[in-house]
């Protein structure tokens, strides 16, 4: 079945480092990936979000990459700040769905030590 | 703008007790409404979804059930609760169309006892 691959699954950064957290998917229908930050006790916060017409989508210090070819998009943080510090999910849209269902990664910890 | 809401914020109850979890939006119309579970330190576990009043589509055979009784009102049951049914539940919105875009809310923490 569709299936959606997230690494690592922790990642530690030094405080105005950047991060990386990269996806990878297996549905080539798939046409609409977003990023959701959890933190601690909270639900999912949509962050950003990357349609497949678009290569590349940046919003202040967050940017999202895609490679359709490949079947890989990623998550990058520039300059991070201990406020970054939490859960980040990536999901790719079920494509062959007649609804809006996504497919989740397993969920990356992110900590930034100040 | 809309806003999401989800009660009650934790609840602990015993095996076998009743369970009712309820979400509510605001400032939408048509939106389609999804339930998910989240068990500690995993991922998201799509469990029902609903493109309108009275359609429920259940995506893992379990021991809950879901309604949906009004437009935006979403509703999460269980006759009697068991150990594995514990975790974060979570409430979604999607603008009706299927944008793919969703919208969480706070959630709710069940422990079964």
């Known amino acids: 079945g569709e299936n959606v691959e997230q690494h690592p699954s922790t990642l530690s950064v030094q405080e105005g480092d950047s991060a990386v957290i990269k996806c990878t998917y297996s549905?080539?229908?798939?046409?609409?990936f977003p990023w959701y930050k959890q933190e601690l006790g909270k639900g999912p916060q949509l962050i950003i979000d990357?349609?497949?017409?678009?290569g590349e989508k940046k919003d202040q210090r967050i940017a999202v990459t895609l490679n359709k070819t490949a079947k890989h998009f990623s998550l990058h943080i520039t300059e991070t700040q201990p406020e970054d510090s939490a859960v980040y999910f990536c999901?790719?849209?079920?494509?062959?769905?007649?609804?809006?269902?996504?497919?989740f990664g397993q969920g990356t910890t992110l900590q930034v030590k100040p | 703008s809309q806003t999401i809401h989800q009660w009650p914020a934790t609840l602990v109850q015993p095996v076998g007790s009743p369970l009712s979890l309820e979400c509510t939006v605001e400032?939408?119309?048509?939106?389609?409404l999804y339930w998910y579970r989240q068990a500690a330190g995993r991922g998201l576990q799509l469990l029902f979804y609903?493109?309108?009043?009275?359609?429920i589509s259940s995506e893992v055979p379990q021991n809950l059930s879901a309604s949906r009784p009004q437009d935006r009102q979403f509703i999460l049951s269980s006759k009697k609760l068991l150990l594995s049914d514990s975790g974060f539940y979570l409430c979604?919105?999607?603008?009706?169309?299927?944008?793919?875009?969703?919208?969480f809310g706070p959630g709710t923490r069940l422990t079964v006892t």
């Open positions: 979604a919105w999607e603008p009706g169309g299927h944008t793919y875009e969703q919208y």
């Open positions: 549905d080539s229908a798939s046409n609409y």
């Open positions: 990357i349609r497949s017409n678009v």
């Open positions: 999901a790719a849209s079920k494509g062959s769905s007649n609804t809006g269902k996504l497919i």
């Open positions: 400032g939408t119309s048509n939106p389609n």
């Open positions: 609903s493109v309108g009043i009275g359609q």
